[in-house]
Protein backbone atom coordinates (compact mmCIF):
# COMPACT_ATOMS: atom_id res chain seq x y z
CA UNK A 1 0.00 0.00 0.00
CA UNK A 2 1.42 3.69 -0.83
CA UNK A 3 0.15 6.76 0.53
CA UNK A 4 1.42 9.66 -1.17
CA UNK A 5 -0.34 13.06 0.58
CA UNK A 6 0.85 16.92 -0.60
CA UNK A 7 0.15 20.21 -0.04
CA UNK A 8 1.24 22.88 -2.21
CA UNK A 9 1.57 26.59 -0.93
CA UNK A 10 1.58 28.86 -4.35
CA UNK A 11 2.10 33.08 -4.15
CA UNK A 12 1.68 35.04 -6.87
CA UNK A 13 -0.80 32.51 -8.88
CA UNK A 14 -1.82 33.93 -12.08
CA UNK A 15 -4.86 34.42 -13.30
CA UNK A 16 -7.36 36.54 -15.27
CA UNK A 17 -10.12 38.95 -13.90
CA UNK A 18 -12.98 40.82 -15.51
CA UNK A 19 -12.48 44.12 -15.43
CA UNK A 20 -15.52 46.16 -14.57
CA UNK A 21 -17.18 49.77 -14.32
CA UNK A 22 -17.53 51.39 -10.60
CA UNK A 23 -21.43 50.91 -11.13
CA UNK A 24 -20.20 46.62 -11.46
CA UNK A 25 -20.93 46.41 -15.36
CA UNK A 26 -18.67 45.47 -17.50
CA UNK A 27 -16.02 47.30 -19.59
CA UNK A 28 -16.43 46.80 -23.31
CA UNK A 29 -13.51 48.11 -24.82
CA UNK A 30 -14.43 47.64 -28.58
CA UNK A 31 -18.20 48.51 -28.81
CA UNK A 32 -18.18 46.55 -32.50
CA UNK A 33 -17.30 43.79 -30.62
CA UNK A 34 -19.17 43.40 -27.45
CA UNK A 35 -16.38 41.17 -26.18
CA UNK A 36 -15.51 42.12 -21.88
CA UNK A 37 -12.02 43.10 -21.01
CA UNK A 38 -10.17 40.86 -18.81
CA UNK A 39 -6.49 41.49 -17.32
CA UNK A 40 -3.90 39.21 -15.27
CA UNK A 41 -3.70 39.93 -11.58
CA UNK A 42 -2.07 37.49 -9.23
CA UNK A 43 -2.76 35.72 -5.54
CA UNK A 44 -2.64 32.90 -3.43
CA UNK A 45 -3.60 29.54 -3.88
CA UNK A 46 -2.92 26.07 -2.19
CA UNK A 47 -3.20 23.01 -3.50
CA UNK A 48 -3.72 19.83 -1.62
CA UNK A 49 -4.73 16.20 -2.11
CA UNK A 50 -3.12 13.20 -2.78
CA UNK A 51 -3.24 9.54 -4.00
CA UNK A 52 -4.07 6.06 -1.81
CA UNK A 53 -2.59 2.76 -4.31
CA UNK A 54 -3.60 -0.92 -3.01
CA UNK A 55 -2.19 -3.77 -4.98
CA UNK A 56 -2.97 -7.59 -2.96
CA UNK A 57 -1.43 -10.70 -4.17
CA UNK A 58 -3.27 -13.43 -2.70
CA UNK A 59 -1.01 -16.30 -1.51
CA UNK A 60 -0.72 -19.13 -2.74
CA UNK A 61 -3.10 -17.75 -5.36
CA UNK A 62 0.47 -15.33 -7.08
CA UNK A 63 -1.26 -15.06 -10.52
CA UNK A 64 -3.88 -13.00 -9.24
CA UNK A 65 -3.49 -9.47 -8.75
CA UNK A 66 -5.79 -7.02 -7.28
CA UNK A 67 -5.32 -3.13 -7.84
CA UNK A 68 -6.86 0.23 -6.45
CA UNK A 69 -6.27 3.58 -6.24
CA UNK A 70 -7.65 6.45 -5.34
CA UNK A 71 -6.57 10.17 -6.26
CA UNK A 72 -8.28 13.28 -4.92
CA UNK A 73 -6.97 16.94 -5.40
CA UNK A 74 -8.53 20.58 -4.06
CA UNK A 75 -7.43 23.45 -5.30
CA UNK A 76 -8.27 27.03 -3.88
CA UNK A 77 -7.59 30.42 -4.05
CA UNK A 78 -7.06 32.81 -0.91
CA UNK A 79 -9.76 35.70 -0.22
CA UNK A 80 -12.08 35.09 -3.63
CA UNK A 81 -16.01 34.65 -3.28
CA UNK A 82 -17.44 31.50 -4.21
CA UNK A 83 -17.48 31.92 -7.82
CA UNK A 84 -13.98 32.10 -8.31
CA UNK A 85 -12.65 29.87 -4.88
CA UNK A 86 -11.66 26.98 -7.24
CA UNK A 87 -9.08 26.71 -9.58
CA UNK A 88 -9.87 26.16 -12.76
CA UNK A 89 -10.02 22.24 -14.83
CA UNK A 90 -9.05 20.99 -11.57
CA UNK A 91 -9.66 16.49 -12.41
CA UNK A 92 -12.18 15.05 -10.19
CA UNK A 93 -11.79 12.49 -7.43
CA UNK A 94 -11.06 9.40 -9.36
CA UNK A 95 -11.22 5.26 -8.59
CA UNK A 96 -9.74 2.79 -10.38
CA UNK A 97 -9.72 -1.18 -9.83
CA UNK A 98 -8.26 -3.68 -11.69
CA UNK A 99 -8.32 -7.65 -11.39
CA UNK A 100 -6.02 -9.16 -13.53
CA UNK A 101 -4.95 -13.27 -14.26
CA UNK A 102 -1.32 -13.80 -15.17
CA UNK A 103 -0.09 -17.54 -16.65
CA UNK A 104 3.52 -17.62 -17.37
CA UNK A 105 3.11 -20.42 -19.10
CA UNK A 106 -0.23 -22.15 -20.65
CA UNK A 107 0.96 -25.15 -22.79
CA UNK A 108 3.53 -25.29 -25.39
CA UNK A 109 2.29 -22.43 -27.91
CA UNK A 110 0.80 -20.21 -25.13
CA UNK A 111 3.03 -18.23 -22.51
CA UNK A 112 2.98 -15.23 -20.85
CA UNK A 113 -0.91 -14.46 -20.63
CA UNK A 114 -3.13 -12.39 -19.11
CA UNK A 115 -6.52 -11.40 -18.92
CA UNK A 116 -8.09 -8.31 -16.91
CA UNK A 117 -10.65 -6.09 -15.69
CA UNK A 118 -11.58 -2.81 -15.08
CA UNK A 119 -13.09 -0.17 -13.80
CA UNK A 120 -12.41 3.39 -13.72
CA UNK A 121 -15.20 5.79 -11.32
CA UNK A 122 -15.10 9.80 -11.67
CA UNK A 123 -16.42 10.94 -9.06
CA UNK A 124 -19.12 14.55 -9.24
CA UNK A 125 -16.95 17.76 -9.89
CA UNK A 126 -18.83 20.02 -8.00
CA UNK A 127 -16.28 22.29 -7.17
CA UNK A 128 -15.38 24.44 -10.18
CA UNK A 129 -14.80 28.04 -11.22
CA UNK A 130 -17.58 29.38 -12.31
CA UNK A 131 -17.01 33.10 -12.75
CA UNK A 132 -17.50 34.42 -16.00
CA UNK A 133 -19.02 31.61 -17.22
CA UNK A 134 -15.44 29.61 -17.53
CA UNK A 135 -16.85 26.21 -16.02
CA UNK A 136 -19.66 23.88 -15.38
CA UNK A 137 -20.00 20.69 -12.96
CA UNK A 138 -19.36 17.59 -14.14
CA UNK A 139 -21.69 14.94 -13.24
CA UNK A 140 -20.14 11.40 -11.93
CA UNK A 141 -19.47 8.42 -14.39
CA UNK A 142 -18.39 4.88 -15.13
CA UNK A 143 -15.92 3.13 -17.21
CA UNK A 144 -15.53 -0.52 -17.89
CA UNK A 145 -12.93 -2.35 -19.89
CA UNK A 146 -10.94 -5.71 -20.35
CA UNK A 147 -7.95 -7.04 -22.11
CA UNK A 148 -6.30 -10.50 -22.73
CA UNK A 149 -3.23 -10.82 -24.07
CA UNK A 150 -0.33 -13.55 -24.73
CA UNK A 151 2.84 -14.21 -26.14
CA UNK A 152 2.68 -17.43 -29.10
CA UNK A 153 5.61 -19.78 -29.49
CA UNK A 154 6.47 -20.81 -33.17
CA UNK A 155 9.86 -21.71 -34.91
CA UNK A 156 11.89 -21.95 -31.59
CA UNK A 157 10.94 -18.64 -30.40
CA UNK A 158 8.78 -18.54 -27.01
CA UNK A 159 7.78 -15.01 -28.26
CA UNK A 160 7.62 -15.02 -31.70
CA UNK A 161 4.44 -13.13 -31.58
CA UNK A 162 2.12 -11.74 -29.28
CA UNK A 163 -1.44 -11.13 -29.31
CA UNK A 164 -3.30 -8.25 -27.27
CA UNK A 165 -7.01 -7.34 -27.63
CA UNK A 166 -8.40 -4.40 -25.45
CA UNK A 167 -11.36 -2.74 -24.69
CA UNK A 168 -12.53 0.44 -23.02
CA UNK A 169 -15.41 2.58 -22.22
CA UNK A 170 -17.57 -1.07 -22.42
CA UNK A 171 -21.20 -0.35 -21.78
CA UNK A 172 -20.39 2.49 -24.61
CA UNK A 173 -21.29 5.17 -21.62
CA UNK A 174 -21.60 8.97 -22.66
CA UNK A 175 -19.67 11.09 -20.50
CA UNK A 176 -17.17 14.47 -20.78
CA UNK A 177 -14.22 14.45 -19.10
CA UNK A 178 -14.40 17.42 -17.01
CA UNK A 179 -10.35 18.36 -18.30
CA UNK A 180 -11.66 18.88 -21.71
CA UNK A 181 -12.05 21.91 -23.41
CA UNK A 182 -14.54 20.21 -26.04
CA UNK A 183 -17.18 19.59 -23.23
CA UNK A 184 -18.00 23.49 -23.97
CA UNK A 185 -18.49 23.81 -27.48
CA UNK A 186 -21.50 24.42 -29.40
CA UNK A 187 -24.86 22.38 -29.48
CA UNK A 188 -24.73 18.88 -31.53
CA UNK A 189 -27.72 19.71 -33.74
CA UNK A 190 -27.75 16.05 -34.54
CA UNK A 191 -28.26 15.15 -30.79
CA UNK A 192 -28.97 18.16 -29.24
CA UNK A 193 -26.25 18.03 -26.52
CA UNK A 194 -24.38 20.95 -25.70
CA UNK A 195 -20.58 20.05 -26.29
CA UNK A 196 -18.44 17.26 -27.57
CA UNK A 197 -18.13 13.33 -25.84
CA UNK A 198 -15.47 11.34 -24.95
CA UNK A 199 -14.82 8.44 -27.16
CA UNK A 200 -17.64 5.60 -27.13
CA UNK A 201 -16.90 1.72 -26.70
CA UNK A 202 -13.38 1.37 -28.41
CA UNK A 203 -12.16 -2.54 -29.02
CA UNK A 204 -8.39 -2.57 -30.24
CA UNK A 205 -5.97 -5.24 -31.28
CA UNK A 206 -2.78 -5.67 -31.46
CA UNK A 207 -0.49 -7.99 -33.03
CA UNK A 208 3.40 -8.02 -32.55
CA UNK A 209 5.57 -10.35 -34.72
CA UNK A 210 9.50 -11.06 -33.98
CA UNK A 211 11.67 -12.61 -36.64
Not at 81 to 107: D, H, M, Q, T, W
Not at 148 to 170: P, V
Amino acid sequence: MEITPFVNFIQNYIYLEKLVAEDGTEIIPDPTDGAPAFQYTAGNATLLGGEIYLDIHPHPIEWLHLENSFSYVQATQSNQPESSKYLPFIPAPRYRGEIKAELKEVNHTFSNAYIKFGIDYFFKQNRFFSAYGTETATPAYTLLSAGIGTNIKAFNRSDFMSLYISGENLADVAYQNHLSRLKYALENPATGRMGVFNMGRNISVKMIMNF
